[in-house]
């Protein structure tokens, strides 16, 4: 018997961070991991696509690796061998991974459209940043739906490369992240209703305005823009796996739509293949778990309401159609992760175990090793997930003080006072 045979399907039980939360975890039916990676993975990411996107944003001023830290400590309390915590949070100055995303997926777009309005080969980043094609970018807008970072990162985007920017954000995105993207030039629209309510508004308005929406999700009829958006969250990937001294042996992501989980697991897939990819266990807020509805129906699931998580950069209830099909053979298992769990983790980052250095970390930073933390206190979950004292856990903080104000709020210390242990 396998051990995916022998798995439960369904666990549920009270966790050792939030006091009161409970953490749910479901395993993936169609979790394939002997399958080769086969061409509907391969349509969305493949090693072309990201060999572009690698030397396109490596090549941009400021690029460099962010850091992976070990952390000792944390992985002698969950019992296993090491725990990788790769910090997104310096970023190009951006403060999160979105950075990776949707600055290229913009100029992905500006390349294009340069080439086929002036029916020349595709210009050089040199050119447009130099300004040789103003006469073409400056007419072009932009546009996406957020619910921070990812609008962030187009807005920058925008500004980089010389192209307007209109960013929509649904109603309870923060004021203190509404002024991080207008401090990047962009026009800024508050929309009622919840993220996905902003989507379908910043899709409708650049229909009828003639703008080019460059989201981080995947709809039915749009597709191409998100497959850049998701092949530059690769490099994340790849940077971590390059910076280990042995492959990890688990993956534990924290997903919105979707989109980064995948690049996740294409890039380390590929790299290792599939005798030695490391299992992939996905982290979904509980108020919007549409990742964890997912994959207990085994097929695309919406969750509906008003998805009033903490976690904002995860406040989802409709998957990226393209991260679906790129992690249903892939995603080995998800885990719901409470606001409480996600707060509590912020402060032990923050007031670090001995061993450990101390980390900011965002609320949206923090669910996959809440996760961890959650399933390897529980037996049956460990057994389910094959964690034990030689597992090799990577994680990913994809945010760090995103919205400075609630930070603070937060954590009871400012990011500064973190950073230099005060």
Known sequence: MTLQDAMPEHLK??????QTA??????????????????????????AAYALAQATISAWPGYEPTPLHRLPGMASEAGVAAIYYKDEGGRFGLGSFKALGGAYAVLRLLVRE??????????????????????VVSTLTVCCATDGNHGRSV???????????VIFIHATVSDGRKIAIEAFGAEVRRCAGNYDDSVREADDTARSEGWFVVSDTSYPGYTEIPKDVMQGYELMAAEAAAQMDAPPTH?????????????????LRRRYGAAHAPRIILADPEDSACWLETIRAGKPTNVEGDLDT????????????????????????????????AVAMMRRLAAPLPGDPPIVAGESAVAGLAALLSLAAHAPARAALDLDTTSRVLVFGTEADTDPDLYTEL????????????
């Open 310 to 341: 903490l976690m904002a950069g995860l406040a989802c209830g409709e998957i990226s159609l393209l991260a679906w099909d790129v992690l249903k053979p892939l995603c080995f298992a998800v885990a719901s992760v409470a606001d409480a769990d």
């Open 155 to 165: 807005a920058w985007g925008a500004r980089t490369f010389g192209c307007k920017c």
């Open 22 to 47: 409970a953490t749910e975890l479901v395993t993936n039916r169609h979790f394939a991991p002997e399958a080769p990676y086969e061409a509907v993975q391969a349509a969305v990411l493949n090693d």
């Open 13 to 18: 039980y009270t966790n050792s961070l939030g």
């Open 114 to 135: 340069i080439a086929a309005r002036k029916r020349i080969d595709a210009p050089s980043v040199e050119d447009i940043l130099a300004g040789v094609h103003e006469d």
């Open 251 to 267: 993956v534990i992501v924290q997903t919105g739509v979707g989109g980064v989980a995948a690049a996740v697991a294409a890039n």
């Open 411 to 422: 954590v009871g210390r400012t990011a500064a006072q973190v950073r230099g242990g005060t």
